[in-house]
């Protein structure tokens, strides 16, 4: 990770988000799909902490050498500033942060899922397994017509795509989890990956567990560092062997995780914590494919 | 002013730092992924507390943000005493920062085991006893701080049976700040870390719930400075002597003089690091340069120099 005075080349809003590119070779050159940036807010703001967002697109080579986009989507105090910068400010930002996506080596049908703002990492996973001849298909979903991020990006990246809104204003009306299982179906996916809410992801792991379709899926959670001192953003996940769990940071364990791992009702509270490790042990879980 | 040539080194009465700026416990991760911190030019690192065994902490939401302050519960995850000796102590070593390690527990007996395992270890210049951990042998969860007859057993215990020299870190809101801080002299502590958290709480109102699953975590950041400026204040006119370490909001080098002035002999930086990782770096840089521009030599001589407006009658200072 780097940590740089980075110059804001282009703000711009799309849809309800706002995308911002940034000139950041040192983090750009590193960056990979899953991986995310911090940023810090001014100084004389009342709140402190750095806001954390995935990597939308880091390029390497052409015209675009060297820049970095993401997306922010304002919906508190520090995404609003945010959304509100112009081109030519500086920004303080570390990056790249965080385990990124795997690839998987001899499976080729892969079914990207992505939810509001989750589609930033997403679309450019989408690109790097194109690039690697793997035939990507989507099924994107939002809030409204505005949340469902850049969708003609999303034809243009994938094979096939689906679409859900919860008010119908685009594509089906419904949630993701929906369309989910004919989805599988028609594109015949051999591997998941996903992005959204946790709810969301929730249940698309709950379908892939049951399906035996290898996942990976990138989490949110409230994080206060982002570079793993802090121990806030941490995510109960099942060790390799079964033998117990461990409660991993979403900023250096993660955000990737195999979602057949988390332990969902702990992470979302819904069971005691302290429950003791099941005398069987927990579920092996196979790694990802070769 | 020319002709005075400072120096950084602070000596706590034997506990010697080579600069006067600490990384506070629970803000530096571990020594095996130190993030952006540039280990060899801290003063010193003081450990996240740890425990006996690993322990896995609180569920999340761990924190939340609040006006100028970082509201957190992590309920000590750490990978327990021998992990630390084995992975993370040879890596502070080679680094050659001098580390004190913060140790906690949940019974007396706790603390004790931590303290006899850490036992001649090189590398350890001193502990600290966090005593916001839950008490679960007499205190039905409450911290042991709660309690002073709990805080003068825990580190009496610790104190006696550590070769290396003990401090204790305490709150603020004690009843009695000045009589805690007796209470650990007493006991046998060499000095103090003042202040632990402030107890917060923040809600969601929308949802009609707290934003911590704690729910109630412990404030850092600048919100809490003076709470921590008057602590160490108010404890080092009662007790000159007595080393103290500072801790509560610190994010520039004026925040750190400030301290020095109210009376600490040494500082430590937590939240600022967690969003600055060279905060501690530049907050001694701005200590010397404060030195250099008063013609004061040594951070040791600003201790207690801070000049009352007025006479102040005792009980107007304690």
Redesign the interface.
């Known amino acids: 990770m780097k940590r740089v005075k980075a110059e804001i080349l282009n703000a711009k809003k799309l849809g309800a988000y706002h995308s911002l590119t940034l000139v950041a070779p040192e983090v750009a050159e590193r960056a990979r799909p899953g991986q995310f940036i911090s940023v810090a807010m001014p100084e004389d703001r009342v709140f402190l902490l750095r806001r954390h967002f995935s990597i939308h697109q880091a390029s390497r080579r052409g015209g675009w050498a060297g820049t970095l986009e993401f997306i922010v989507d304002p919906r508190g105090s520090g995404t609003q500033w945010l959304a509100e910068v112009k081109a030519h400010q500086f920004l303080d930002v570390i990056g790249p942060l965080g385990k990124a996506f795997a690839y998987p080596n001899k499976l080729t049908n892969c079914l990207l899922i992505a939810e509001g703002h989750g589609a930033a990492t997403i679309f450019f996973l989408a690109q790097e397994l194109r690039a690697r001849g793997k035939r990507v298909d989507m099924l994107v979903g939002g809030e409204d017509q505005e949340h469902v991020f850049k969708p003609i990006e999303g034809k243009r990246l994938s094979q096939t795509i689906a679409v859900a809104t919860e008010d119908g204003s685009m594509g089906e009306r419904g949630s993701i989890g929906d369309l989910l299982p004919s989805t599988v179906e028609a594109t015949g996916a051999q591997v998941v990956y996903a992005a959204g809410r946790r709810s969301t992801l929730r249940r698309v792991a709950e379908f892939c567990t049951e399906r035996q379709l290898p996942s990976q899926m990138a989490v949110e959670e409230q994080m206060a560092c982002g570079m793993g001192q802090c121990f806030t953003c941490v995510v109960p996940v099942i060790r390799k062997d079964g033998s117990g769990y461990d409660n991993l940071r979403a900023c250096t364990d993660g955000p990737v995780f195999n979602p057949a791992r988390i332990l969902w009702d702990r992470w979302m509270g819904e069971a005691p914590q302290l429950l003791p490790t099941p005398p069987e042990g927990f579920p092996v879980v196979r790694s990802w494919p070769g | 002013m020319a002709g005075v040539k400072q120096h950084m080194a602070v000596d706590l009465n034997g506990v010697v730092f080579p600069l006067p700026v600490l990384a506070a416990s ?5 020594a095996r ?1 130190p ?3 540039d280990l060899h030019r801290l003063g010193g690192v003081v450990t ?1 507390s740890l425990t006996l065994g690993p322990t ?10 609040t ?4 509201l ?1 519960w ?1 309920g000590l ?1 750490n990978p327990g005493v021998e992990a630390f000796l084995g992975e993370d102590l040879p890596r502070f070593q080679k680094a050659a920062v001098p580390v004190v390690v913060s140790i906690a527990g949940t019974s007396l007996e706790e603390y004790i085991r931590v303290t006899s395992r850490l036992q001649g270890r090189p590398g350890i210049v001193a502990l600290e006893v966090y005593l916001g951990a839950p008490d679960e042998e007499r205190g039905r969860g409450q911290p042991f701080s709660a309690r002073l007859d709990r805080v003068s057993e825990v580190v009496g215990a610790v104190s006696r049976l550590s070769r290396f020299p003990v401090f204790a870190k305490l709150p603020a809101l004690n009843p009695d700040l000045v009589e805690a801080a007796r209470t650990c002299v007493r006991a046998g502590a060499h000095g103090l870390t003042l202040i632990d958290g402030v107890p917060g709480l923040a809600v969601d109102a929308g949802r009609l719930r707290p934003m911590l ?1 704690a729910p109630v975590g412990a404030l850092s ?2 919100a809490i400075k003076p709470v921590a400026l008057a602590a160490v204040f108010q404890v080092a006119q009662a007790l000159p002597d007595l080393p103290i370490m500072g801790v509560g909001g610190i994010s520039s080098g004026e925040d750190a003089v400030e301290f020095l002035l109210a009376g600490a002999w040494a500082v430590q930086v937590g ?1 600022a ?6 905060a501690p770096v530049e907050i001694a840089q701005g200590i010397l340069a404060y030195l250099k521009d008063k013609g004061i030599a040594s951070p040791a001589d600003l201790r207690g120099r801070l000049r009352m407006r007025r006479q102040a009658s005792r009980e107007g200072v304690l």
């Not at chain 2, 629970?26 to 571990?30: I, L, R, T, W």
């Not at chain 2, 896995?56 to 943000?65: D, F, H, L, N, V």
Request: aromatic share 2%; proline share 14%; net charge positive.
């Open positions: 629970g803000c530096f991760g571990s992924d993030g952006l911190v996240r896995k902490g609180a569920p999340t939401p761990r924190m939340a943000e006006p100028s302050g970082l957190t992590v995850q699953s950041g600048p939240t690091m967690l969003v600055n990782p060279a």
